[in-house]
């Protein structure tokens, strides 16, 4: 079992102390299914980069925005949403802690 709101709290401790403001961790890793818990701190950003095959994001705190093709998904603490299938960046507005949810095209 794992506790996704103690990695929640000790990433975004990480994420604080990091210089780029930002902390990961996968903690599901099975097959396809990828479940990684991101800490971002006010103003942190997650550069521009491709999108999986599918995936959602999950504020557990925080408000982010995910930003991609001129369109922008704001996201609040409770909310998710599904990952744009395009090149997007992900803002965080204020300290944030975000469940991103994928699937990944296994090589072979």
């Known amino acids: 079992m794992i506790d996704v709101l103690a990695l929640a709290e000790e990433h975004l401790a990480l ?16 097959g396809i299914l990828r479940q990684a818990v991101i800490a971002l701190t006010a103003g942190a950003v ?13 504020v557990l705190s925080g408000r982010v925005r995910i930003v991609g093709d001129g369109e922008t998904t704001a996201l609040a603490t409770g909310q998710a949403a599904p990952v744009p299938q395009l090149r997007h960046s992900v803002e965080a507005d204020e300290d944030s802690v975000v469940i991103l949810t994928s699937v990944v095209n296994l090589p072979g």
């Not at 994420?15 to 099975?30: D, F, I, L, M, Q």
């Not at 550069?47 to 999950?58: T, V």
């Open 15 to 30: 994420a604080k102390e990091n210089p780029h403001g930002r902390s990961t961790h996968t903690y599901v890793n099975e």
């Open 46 to 58: 997650l550069g521009e980069h491709d999108a999986p095959p599918a995936a959602s994001l999950h």
